[in-house]
């Protein structure tokens, strides 16, 4: 038990014990009083802290949150057992060995059964406040971690989106769409195929957004259709060269360590080149060459 429940028994113990000496005891002498603080603190610790145990034992085994029906018929049984034999004990160890008001022949054969009765309603009242106090416990703990999870699914949402969002500038969708416009008319087939790799370019994002890792193949793939939209953009004006190793070092666990098998973070190659443009270079009127090397 904690240290905070163990001092409560004790000022329980002791409130109790002046109750009953000054109330109660008519011979007021020193070994009276020693033996109504004995007999107090063993009720208040067997029945209080025995009590406490049960009730410990089973909001780690049987949590209310996980278990609650199996919870409750389990603790109606197990409070109904312990106290029955925990009030027992405490009354024959006060009637018959502290003030030997009985022999154990006495004792059992019903003569204290009222006591024992009364006795035994008083602890269920103590169990039924410890058991409800655990439950709201649990429930708040519970109810607490709910909206703890919610606030994290929805920052998690919300990162996700963020994400996605940055996952390709806003601009280049809408310079592409200018771009679509215009051949249209200037060069149909042209337009199909721009359409067909803006296609694919937001098909990847939209089915890599939730991977963590792709293969180096798979985004190099994606960065190549990304350049092509910015190379028909810019027609002659910028150009964009890959030089990809063939066999490149990286996962120990992959015997040919190919592209294909190396695994990179999704979408950390393609948003580098429409970076690169922010830096204010002019490739209408200077022609530029990006190269990416991936070695």
């Not at 209310?64 to 004990?89: D, H």
């Not at 592209?259 to 490739?283: E, G, V, Y």
Request: aromatic residues 14%.
């Amino acid at each position: 038990m904690k240290r905070k429940n163990l001092i409560t028994l004790c000022w329980i113990s002791v409130a109790t014990s002046m109750i009953f000496f000054f109330g109660f005891t008519n011979d007021k002498t020193v070994e009276n009083f020693i033996l109504t603080v004995a007999v107090c603190f063993m009720y208040s610790f067997i029945l209080g802290a025995g009590n406490g145990l049960i009730n410990d034992y089973l909001n780690k085994k049987f949590p209310w949150s996980e278990a609650t029906t199996k919870r409750a018929i389990i603790s109606i049984i197990s409070i109904l057992v312990a106290n029955t034999i925990m009030v027992y004990f405490c009354n024959y160890i006060n009637f018959v060995i502290f003030q030997k008001a009985a022999t154990p022949e006495e004792y059992f054969s019903g003569k204290y059964g009222f006591v024992n009765w009364f006795t035994i309603n008083i602890a269920l009242l103590i169990s039924a406040f410890l058991h409800a106090k655990g439950f709201m416990e649990e429930l708040k703990k519970t109810s607490k971690k709910e909206v703890v999870e919610q606030k994290l699914i929805a920052k998690s949402a919300n990162a996700q989106f963020e994400s996605l969002k940055n996952q390709l500038d806003p601009h280049f969708l809408f310079n592409s769409l200018n771009v679509l416009s215009s051949l249209i008319d200037e060069n149909p087939k042209q337009a199909q195929k721009f359409t067909a790799s803006m296609s694919k370019i937001y098909r990847y994002v939209l089915e890599q957004k939730d991977k963590e890792l792709v293969t180096v193949e798979d985004e190099l793939e994606f960065a190549k259709t990304y350049c092509d939209l910015l190379k028909t953009r810019f027609e002659d004006s910028v150009d964009f060269v890959f030089d990809v190793k063939k066999m490149i070092t990286g996962d120990l666990s992959c015997r040919c360590h190919c592209s294909c098998c190396w695994r990179t973070a999704s979408s950390i190659i393609s948003p580098l080149h429409p970076n690169l443009w922010s830096l204010k270079f002019s490739p209408k009127t200077i022609r530029s060459v990006l190269k990416t090397t991936c070695r």
